[in-house]
Structures are given as structure tokens and as C-alpha cells.
């Protein structure tokens, strides 16, 4: 049995608790409880492509114009090393190595925030001239608080 509950208000959160508190308490097979952050919102993911899109647009990677996607595996890959983390690889099919990207769709919200800074701050530095779609969506995602 799985059940999930999305705290949206306090009915919702003694639901939970009950839940919980209904489990039996057995120290040879113990039940899991799991308490996560909300995923990224489709909010953040719409602010992320055109950001994307901008930096695509205007910046060479020494001396290479990347795809959108290709800049995402870069700043996914740069958002890794700031919290510590090592980005996989695994050896190639054929020989050489494959870095293994970061799936955006499964990160956390407070992650996909630090993601949209990421890129915000490398767009800056190399004075990418926001679009009309990125400044909003950025403009917006400030006005409403950092995890919006």
C-alpha cells in the first residue's frame, strides 16, 4: 500500500498523521515514511528554456555555438559540483566516457531554483541580453519568492 499526501492544508496533514499513527510499529519489517520537497514546478521548467535559449543564442563555448540542451547537461553539470556532488560517467558503448546528465524533471524545487541562478549569473557575466520571455519569467520568480 502506498499513499501519498500533498500538504494543502491541515485537514490534509492530520490525514497524514493519522496515517501514519495507524502503522504498526515492527521492528523486523518496519514501514518507510518518506517526507520530500515539492518536484520543480512547470513554472520553473518554463523559465529555465528560454534562459536556455538566450545563452544558446549569444555565448560560445570556446569557440562552439551549443544547443539549449547541451547548455543544461553544462550548468546541471555546474550545479552538481556546488553542492558537492560528483556528475556520473560510465565508460562508452564503443570506448572512451559518457557523462551522465542530471534529469531537471526530477529535481526539487529549492535545487531548480539554484539551477535558474546558476544560469542567471553565467548569462550575466557574459552579458547575455535576456529576452523579453526569460526577463519576465525571471522578473516573476523574484517577485514570488525564490521556490516559486
Known amino acids: 500500500m502506498k499513499q501519498t499526501f500533498l500538504l494543502r492544508n491541515e485537514a490534509i496533514r ?5 496515517a ?3 502503522l504498526p510499529i515492527d521492528d523486523k519489517s518496519p514501514h518507510e515514511v518518506h517526507v520530500k520537497e515539492p518536484r520543480r514546478s512547470k513554472a520553473q521548467n518554463d523559465r529555465m528554456w528560454p534562459m536556455l535559449n538566450d545563452v544558446s543564442r549569444q555565448v560560445l563555448w570556446h569557440g562552439q555555438r551549443l544547443a539549449p540542451e547541451d547548455w543544461k ?3 546541471t553539470a555546474l550545479w552538481l559540483k556546488t553542492k558537492k556532488l ?3 560517467s560510465v565508460p562508452g558503448i564503443d570506448g572512451g566516457v559518457v557523462m551522465l546528465g ?3 524533471s526530477k529535481m526539487r524545487k529549492a535545487s531548480m531554483t539554484e539551477l ?8 550575466s557575466e557574459r552579458n547575455v541580453r535576456w529576452s523579453d520571455d526569460s526577463r519576465r519569467e525571471y522578473e516573476w520568480s523574484q517577485r514570488k519568492g525564490r521556490a516559486a
Do not use: K, P, Y
Open 20 to 22: 501514519i499513527l495507524s
Open 73 to 75: 547537461d553544462l550548468f
Open 116 to 123: 535558474i541562478e546558476i544560469m542567471f549569473w553565467f548569462g
Open 102 to 104: 542530471v534529469r531537471t
Open 14 to 18: 492530520n490525514n497524514a498523521i493519522d
Open 86 to 88: 560528483e556528475q556520473r
